[in-house]
Every structure is written in C-alpha cells, then in structure tokens.
C-alpha cells in the first residue's frame, strides 16, 4: 500500500528533522499514512559525514566566514552551483528512486538539499507526486528556489519577499509558518514569576551541541535567583563541562544531554535561550516564551533573530551577558509582556498548513498523475 505522504529531511542541525515530524505529526493526526525519510541514509555514508562535519564547523568554528558565503551564493545563479548540484545528484540517486517506489500523494521536503534532486526527478517525469519545500528559517536562501516544485512554504512576508526576489512564483508560495509538533502551541502562557519564586531558564544548544555555552553558563555566575535547565544535545563532553561549571559556580542547574520532549522543558520554562535556528526559534514563539539569543551565526540565524528582537519577544546578547539579562527581565517585569509578544510573531498550528498545501498541491496536480492513479 502507498503512503499519503513521504516527508524527508536532512540530519543537518536538530531543527530539519523537527519540522519534518511536527508536519508527519499533522499528517497522522488526520488519519493520513506517512513515510519519513532521512535524506542522508539513503546516500554514501562518507557524504553524509563529510556534509554535516564541514556544515557543523564553519557555524561553530568558523561563523563569520559561514556568514560571508552564505551571502555569497544567496544567488540562483551563482558559480558553485553546478558543483553543488553536480555532487548532490551523485550522493542523492537513491532517495530519488525510494521516493519514486513509494509513490505517494505528494512529497514535502524540510531542507534544500533532498529539495534539489528531488526537483529535477519532477522536471523529468521520474517523480509524478506534487513536491513541496518547507523553508526552515524566517528568511529564504537561493538554495530553496528549484525549478520543479510545485510549492514552498515560508514562515512570513520575509521569506515570502526572498524566494519571490529569487525568481520563485509567488502564486506557489504560502505563508504557513514552520511547523512545530501542536505540544508547543498548546503550552499555556507564561507568567512573570513570583516573589521568591525562581526563574526557570531553558538553555539550549540544538541538536548537536553547537553555541557558547559554557560562556552563557559563567554569565549566571553570582546572579540569584536562577534556576538553569541545561540541554547539551549530542557534542562530545559538553555535558561533562556544562555540569562541571555548574557545580564550580554554585549555580542550581539540571544538565542533560539529547533531549526528545523539549515541549515539557519549554512548557516549564520562564526564558529560553539559546541560539537562532529557525526551529528553535519558532518553537519558544510558539510556546511564548521569551527568548535571550546569543552566538547567532550571521545569515539566517541572524535573521531569525533581529524577527524575535524587533518584535519584542526576545534580546539579542553576547553570552557573557546572558545572566544579567535574565535578572533585568526579572526585575522589569519583562517576561509575561514579552511571551505575549512571542506568539504574535508566529502562526498557530503551522504544521497543519503545510499539510493543508501539500493535499491541495495534489489536488491541483491530479490531472498529471493518471498514472499514479491508475497503478493504485
């Protein structure tokens, strides 16, 4: 039996895969059947690895130059693209032919790179399904505009003005917001804490680890008050240094590693902080949290945080300074105000828009898949 929808995504950062099941969350919850598929266990392993290592240290190691080429090639026409294109259709053959042998209603896609191999199978007839992009940040890079989509979805009027500059038909583009799993929609609103009462600070470092965190961890040092639930993702001895600074600082501090239910952890935060990715981000707005940002990567983090800091649901710091503003919102009664702001920034239930255009995507392509419907 063939899926409803297949629902691919690339392991690069936590936050492609986060979209890709808030939206097979949205799917299911329907009684819809869906396939999701890891981009990358369907190419050569040394690609794979090789892909996330160079992606992993340019924003970690080397930000300032991920910045300069991510502007750089924020052009359709720029000239490593035929490279780019050229390497990914090699390592990416084999998501091409599973996604063709699953034969689904529509396909919708949560990062660029499947995106690319996925879009030239359509232009050439080897993929009959619609396919959809999910743009994962609140503005939109070159690489999401592939001739061979039927549709993007983008979070909000940046995005939407990006893929339109970049030559994609606005017709095809709808504001959905990026899907969050419904858990952070439905956290109740958050409240400026009580006498006595501790704020409760979420500190985020993504799915693999990445950001100052040990910086924003010393800033809390000597700052009372504070109760600090620390989340480590995946990085070789992060956890180790996070808790070892903790205990040397005396600060009240959980400290975990990968976290799966990071709803509950927002749900009994005050203030999130952390870095900008775009599920991140979208995740505190969605929740009303308040966010402190710090060690945004220039390009789209930055982007995604100058949305949260304009909108006045968060402020950007340097993570030495992270502590004393925790204490400032605090004290000015800053953090209900500001988590109200947060889920004016974002829309609600997201995840279900994007499935609302993948299913109305199909409906408009139908006439080009006689053949699909007819093997079923």
């Avoid at 991920?66 to 000239?79: E, H, I, L, M, V």
């Avoid at 050439?124 to 992009?133: C, E, F, Q």
């Avoid at 993504?206 to 100052?212: K, L, N, T």
């Avoid at 974002?346 to 109305?360: G, P, Q, S, T, W």
């Amino acid at each position: 039996m063939f899926p409803d929808l297949v629902v691919v995504h690339s392991p690069v950062g936590g936050g492609h895969k986060a979209a890709a099941l808030a939206a097979t969350e949205a799917a299911r919850a329907r009684g819809l059947s869906v396939v999701i598929l890891d981009a990358f266990k369907h190419a050569p392993r040394v690609f794979g690895q090789a892909y996330l290592a160079a992606h992993l240290k340019w924003q970690g190691a080397m930000p300032e130059l991920y910045g300069t080429a991510y502007f750089a090639f924020n052009r359709p026409d720029g000239a490593f693209e035929p490279v780019r294109r050229g390497i990914d259709h090699v390592a990416l053959g084999r998501l091409v032919r599973q996604v063709a042998e699953l034969r689904p209603r529509a396909v919708i896609a949560t990062h660029h790179l499947p995106l690319v191999v996925l879009a030239r199978a359509r232009r050439r007839g080897r993929l009959h399904a619609p396919l959809v992009g999910v743009v994962t940040d609140y503005g939109a890079h070159a690489v999401w505009v592939e001739r061979g989509v039927d549709a993007l979805c983008v979070a909000g009027a940046g995005a939407l003005r990006d893929v339109v500059a970049h030559g994609f038909d606005a017709a095809r583009t709808h504001v959905t917001g990026i899907p969050v799993r419904h858990a952070f929609d439905a956290i109740a609103n958050v409240r400026d804490p009580q006498p006595g009462e501790p704020v409760r600070v979420l500190l985020t470092s993504g799915g693999f680890g990445v950001g100052p965190v040990e910086s924003i961890v010393r800033s809390f040092a000597g700052i009372v008050g504070m109760e600090l639930t620390i989340v480590c993702g995946r990085a070789a001895g992060l956890e180790a240094a996070a808790r070892e600074l903790a205990a040397h600082y005396g600060l009240s501090a959980t400290v975990l590693g990968f976290e799966d239910d990071m709803a509950a952890r927002v749900a009994a935060a005050h203030v999130v902080v952390g870095k900008a990715g775009g599920l991140t981000v979208s995740e505190a707005l969605a929740a009303g949290r308040p966010m402190v940002i710090a060690g945004a990567v220039p390009g789209n983090e930055a982007i995604n945080a100058r949305l949260v800091e304009a909108g006045g649901a968060g402020v950007v710091a340097r993570p030495e300074e992270v502590g004393s503003i925790v204490q400032r919102l605090r004290e000015t009664g800053s953090i209900a105000r500001m988590g109200g702001r947060a889920r004016h920034l974002v829309l609600a239930r997201a995840a279900d828009r994007v499935v609302d255009v993948a299913l109305r995507v199909e409906q408009e392509t139908l006439p080009d898949m006689r053949f699909e419907s007819a093997v079923r």
